[in-house]
Every structure is written in structure tokens, then in C-alpha cells.
């Protein structure tokens, strides 16, 4: 089995992350910002917004797009740095984003509030065309979180991390979803982030039982990574698209998150390169 590498290591709370070009994107909670990383170990802080949840996505010329949970607002990174407003969410409490290969943006949110200790009601996912316009495409998901479109733009896959699954919707030509159904059930499994390779299959992580797995549509289980913290969300990138990358940190709970400077970006070589959105 191939070795887990650590990239970087003393952050907060890390998720979101993104390859693109030859760098690895992902926003830090904790400390409000969005970091590049080379193949050196450099960083770059490329954007400061603070917001929590902050997750990103890619459009398809490069720009990147942040999600202003608190505010309710989707903002734009432009080739200047400046950060634009990109769509009005509307109410907050916005938690992650994946834009397919046609520029259109999906961004859920949960039903409740689980840092205020409320009830736990349904979640949704809603739709930002490349206009501008926001609408519900989908609700029904217990606590919604990663998000991956397949290669060729047919399909949606959910996280649900508390109904232990991932849910699949097939996209229409207008970015609207339909044929909802259950992609894999993950039995314990309590899926984070997310992302999909060449060969159909996801690759989620889990904070709880602190690992990285990949998964075929049915739940048949082919690969896991162990961890010794929390795995938060992973991304295939490198050069030839086949290293996974894990973002991961010590879960201390809704109160107080996870312990300070825990959060580390680990690196392991896999088999199959990624495919699709992220």
C-alpha cells in the first residue's frame, strides 16, 4: 500500500480542497482564509472571508468561487484578487459548492443549526445558474455535504453524512435535478467531502471513524485509508491526477470544533486519476 505523506501540518480547521493547475486549493475555517499549496510546501493565502462554513469551487475558466455562509452570499475571485458578488444566497447557513463542467453551481445547506444545538430538520440543495438566479433543486438530504458532478454532467452525488449514504440526482439540461436515489449506503459510514474518479467510483471522507474511503455505486468498498484524526474532504490532482489529497484535523465537537493547530493536508498515491467536479 502506498505511504500517507504530510504536506502541511498546524492549521485549523481545513476543508474544501480543490486542484487546480499545479496547486492544491483549500480553505481554513479556523483562521478565515483560502490557501494555495505548491509542490514545494509553499502557501499562498489567496482570498480572507470570514465565514463558517467556507467552501470554494473551481468555474470552468479558473475563477474561483467562495461561499459567504454567514452573509448569504456566493462571491467571485476575479483575475485582480478582488472577491465580487457572484449570486445572493439569501438566508445563511450555506455549507458546500460544486460547479460542473457548464459553470452552474450547486450549494446546500443544512435545516438547522447544529452549532446552536437545534433540532435536526432536512436539508436542500439549491441551483446557481450561470445568470445569477438561485432556486431549491432538491431537499430531503438529513445533513447535506460533499458534492461531486460526474465527468460527463449527468449526475449529481450528495453526501448525507447523518443518513450514513451518498444520494445521486440526475441533472437536466436546464441544471435542475430529478430520479433521485441512493448511490451507495456506507452502513457507518459518515461521509464529508467528496470527489469521483475515472472509473465511476467516490472517494469520501469520514471525520468520525477517521479514515478516507472509496466506494463503487452500490457501496461495494475497494480501498481505505486510515487516519489519526478526522478526514474532512479529499481531492484527486497532482500531475497525472492520480494523487489524493486529505485535509484532516482532531474533531472535538459542535462546541469547540477541532483542537487548535491540529489541522494537516496529507497526500497518498492511488491507482485510478480523478474525473468530474471538484
Known amino acids: 500500500?502506498?505511504?500517507?505523506?504530510?504536506?502541511l501540518t498546524g492549521r485549523g480547521l481545513l476543508e474544501s480542497p480543490r486542484w487546480n493547475g499545479d496547486r492544491l486549493y483549500f480553505s481554513d475555517w479556523t483562521a478565515g482564509e483560502v490557501v494555495a499549496l505548491d509542490a514545494r510546501g509553499g502557501t499562498e493565502v489567496i482570498a480572507r472571508v470570514k465565514s463558517l462554513p467556507l467552501c470554494t469551487a473551481l468555474l470552468p475558466d479558473g475563477r474561483l468561487l467562495i461561499v459567504s455562509s454567514p452573509d448569504g452570499l456566493?462571491?467571485?475571485?476575479?483575475?485582480?484578487?478582488s472577491l465580487v458578488?457572484?449570486?445572493?444566497?439569501?438566508m445563511p447557513g450555506w455549507n458546500d459548492i460544486v460547479v460542473d463542467g457548464r459553470g452552474n453551481a450547486y450549494v446546500n445547506r443544512a435545516g438547522f443549526d447544529p452549532m446552536a444545538g437545534e433540532e435536526v430538520r432536512p436539508g436542500f440543495v439549491f441551483l446557481v445558474t450561470a445568470d445569477g438566479s438561485v432556486r431549491q433543486v432538491a431537499d430531503d438530504i438529513t445533513f447535506p455535504n460533499g458534492m461531486a458532478v460526474t465527468p460527463d454532467n449527468s449526475t449529481l452525488i450528495v453526501a448525507d453524512s447523518y443518513r450514513h449514504s451518498l444520494v445521486a440526482f440526475d441533472i437536466g439540461a436546464d441544471g435542475g435535478l430529478s430520479g433521485r436515489r441512493v448511490w451507495a449506503g456506507l452502513g457507518e459510514g459518515a461521509p464529508d467531502g467528496i470527489c469521483t474518479d475515472a472509473q465511476g467510483a467516490v472517494w469520501y471522507a469520514d471525520?468520525?471513524?477517521?479514515?478516507?474511503v472509496r466506494v463503487a455505486e452500490g457501496g461495494e468498498v475497494s480501498r481505505v485509508v486510515e487516519l489519526d484524526r478526522g478526514g474532512f474532504a479529499c481531492a484527486l490532482g497532482g500531475q497525472d491526477g492520480t494523487t489524493l489529497?486529505?485535509?484532516?484535523?482532531e474533531w472535538r465537537g459542535m462546541s469547540e470544533l477541532?483542537?487548535?493547530?491540529s489541522g494537516q493536508v496529507l497526500s497518498i498515491e492511488v491507482e485510478v486519476p480523478g474525473a468530474g467536479w471538484p
Open 258 to 261: 477541532v483542537a487548535p493547530g
Open 245 to 249: 489529497f486529505v485535509v484532516t484535523a
Open 207 to 212: 471525520v468520525p471513524n477517521r479514515r478516507c
Open 74 to 81: 456566493l462571491l467571485r475571485r476575479e483575475p485582480d484578487r
Open 85 to 90: 458578488v457572484h449570486a445572493e444566497l439569501g
Open 1 to 7: 500500500m502506498n505511504e500517507v505523506r504530510t504536506l
